[in-house]
Every structure is written in structure tokens, then in C-alpha cells.
């Protein structure tokens, strides 16, 4: 079957516009994971949901960060008045309940 | 929070040598520990993983040990080849946290041919 899918695969911005990153996962999974991972790091982690529900979002890094999953499947993380040091890849996780977490190809975000 | 630190942050190893790669977490709580391969511009993809139940669990050239006493867990990868070149991240989860992996900074395996 299709694992989890994102667009844009790449995405530049001028700094202060909004951006909009989708995330498909994998049908059936509960659980959807957003990380950040900079140049050279791991990933960081973002924001939970399951289902439809946004159980932690410590992650986030600023009020400027918003995800949503509105009928538990695709979800959208949007990140308004974007900085420079937004500029990383934006990987999207799905996973059954406590299961292995399966990840997308992710987002590569640039903010001139 | 939870914190898990990785070493070495490079490793250079000889084709059919061994490769070991050891991370500690700090969240006691912590009760799932992944193993994710990735290649440049690609997507992590898991490698092999454990539950604090079990203290070894061996997949073929892959084995991973973990120490719930001390809060360590290693990677050993047995005649490495040149395609196991690639960055290694150990990643650390719990019930009581989401679920949400906590990830070590990576090790940048080169294995010579």
C-alpha cells in the first residue's frame, strides 16, 4: 500500500508569508507525528494528534505554528509570518497506536 | 524533558567490520527505543527496535541492547557493507508522552570499501 505522503516536497518563501504543508498518512493510522529537522540534526519533535484530536503540541516552537487534522487523516501544519530560522525539512509520521512510526518524505522549507 | 544523547557523531569502519553506535535517554518512563536509518534527502526509515521488556533483539547483520538500569542502548551492526553508509539516529518514546520520539543527533556511518 501508499506510505505517507507530503507536498510540497519543496517550498520557498519569502520572509513574513505564510506557508501551508500537507501531510497524507498512511490509511487507518490513528496517530500523526509532525518533526522539524534542521541541517545536520535529528529530528525534532512538533505536534501529536489521534485522529482528529491534537492531544500535545509542546513542540511548536511559536504561536506562529498551527496544525490541524479536522477529520483524522489529512493534516495541514501552517506557519505564518515565516522566519529564517524556519527554514528546515518538515517531516510528517503515522503510526498505529503505539506502533512503529512510518515517515514521509518530507518538506523542505526555505525562507529567503 | 526527555533528553537522548548519541555517539560517536561519525564513524569509519573498514566493509565487513563492525559498527557500534550507543545513545542514554533520561526519561525513566521511556519503554520504546527505535532505530531509524537515513540516506542523504531521504526519509528515516526504521532499522530495528526494542521495548523495555527485552534487553536484546538481534535482525540478521542488526542487533540492538538495551540497559534499562544504566538508560542505554546500542547499535551494533555486524560485516558492515558500503550501502549501510548512512546517518543512524536512536530515538527514545513513551505511553506517557505521546508517543513522540525523542531523537539523539545522529551518527554519519562511512563504511570503506
Known amino acids: 500500500g501508499a506510505g505517507v505522503s507530503q507536498s510540497p516536497r519543496y517550498k520557498v518563501a519569502k520572509r513574513g508569508q505564510d506557508v501551508a504543508l500537507r501531510c497524507d498518512p498512511i490509511?487507518?493510522?490513528?496517530?500523526l507525528f509532525w518533526y522539524q529537522q534542521a541541517l545536520g540534526q535529528g529530528p525534532e519533535f512538533l505536534t501529536y494528534f489521534q485522529n482528529e484530536a491534537q492531544l500535545d503540541k509542546s513542540g511548536l516552537p511559536s504561536d506562529r505554528f498551527f496544525a490541524e487534522r479536522p477529520e483524522g487523516s489529512v493534516s495541514t501544519l501552517k506557519i505564518q509570518r515565516t522566519q529564517q530560522e524556519d527554514s528546515a525539512v518538515y517531516l510528517c509520521?503515522?503510526?498505529?497506536?503505539?506502533?512503529?512510526?512510518?515517515f514521509g518524505p518530507g518538506t523542505r522549507l526555505t525562507v529567503l | 524533558g526527555e533528553n537522548v544523547e548519541q555517539h560517536p557523531s561519525t564513524l569509519s569502519v573498514q566493509e565487513g567490520d563492525s559498527a557500534v553506535i550507543k545513545c542514554t535517554y533520561s526519561d525513566s518512563a521511556s519503554n520504546y527505543f527505535p532505530w531509524y536509518k537515513q540516506e542523504l534527502g531521504k526519509r528515516p526509515q526504521l532499522i530495528i527496535d526494542?521495548?523495555?521488556?527485552?534487553g536484546e533483539k538481534k535482525d540478521q547483520r542488526i542487533a540492538v541492547t538495551l540497559n534499562k538500569t544504566a538508560k542505554h542502548f546500542s547499535l551494533h551492526i555486524t560485516e558492515t557493507q558500503p550501502e549501510d553508509s548512512a546517518v543512524y539516529f536512536c530515538?527514545?518514546?513513551?505511553?506517557?508522552?505521546?508517543?513522540?520520539?525523542?531523537f539523539g543527533s545522529g551518527t554519519r556511518l562511512l563504511v570503506r570499501p
Open positions: 509520521a503515522s503510526s498505529l497506536a503505539g506502533g512503529e512510526q512510518f
Open positions: 530515538a527514545a518514546s513513551s505511553e506517557d508522552s505521546s508517543y513522540k520520539l525523542i
Open positions: 526494542i521495548r523495555s521488556n527485552v
Open positions: 490509511s487507518g493510522h490513528v496517530s
